[in-house]
């Protein structure tokens, strides 16, 4: 079945850098897009980054362009995300997500989802 566990979360300070990993595993990873998604407890969810599934085109929400940088890795199956400058408002916990096909906007509906990663950035 499709699994997609996420990694390298934790605390830093503001200013500081994470780098998280999602591990895809039960589905043709290179045919999918992939995505970052975040959600703090009673808020609802937002839409960080997405790629392609071949790795050619990426999105970001404005909160994170420039700070933030989605990649994958086809071969080893694993999505990252490389998050720096981070700022306390980023704290939150972070999902990987996958959904098939090559529209992979951040407003589009993501079929799997990973258990989260939690992030916290103090000031």
């Known amino acids: 079945q499709v699994q997609l566990v996420e990694s390298g979360g934790g605390s830093v300070q503001a200013g500081g850098s994470l780098r998280l990993s999602c591990a895809a595993s039960g589905f043709t990873y290179g045919s999918y897009c992939m995505g970052w998604f975040r959600q703090a407890p009673g808020k609802a969810r937002e839409g960080v980054a997405a790629?392609?599934?071949?790795?050619?085109?990426?999105y970001y929400s404005d909160s994170v362009k420039g700070r933030f940088t989605i990649d994958r890795d086809n071969a080893r199956n694993t999505l990252y995300l490389q998050m720096n400058s981070l700022k306390p408002e980023d704290t939150n916990m972070y999902y990987c997500?996958?959904?098939?096909?090559?529209?992979?906007?951040?407003?589009?509906?993501?079929?799997?989802w990973g258990q989260g990663t939690q992030v916290t950035v103090s000031s």
């Open positions: 790629i392609s599934p071949g790795g050619g085109r990426t």
């Open positions: 997500a996958a959904k098939v096909g090559s529209f992979c906007n951040l407003n589009t509906a993501y079929n799997y």
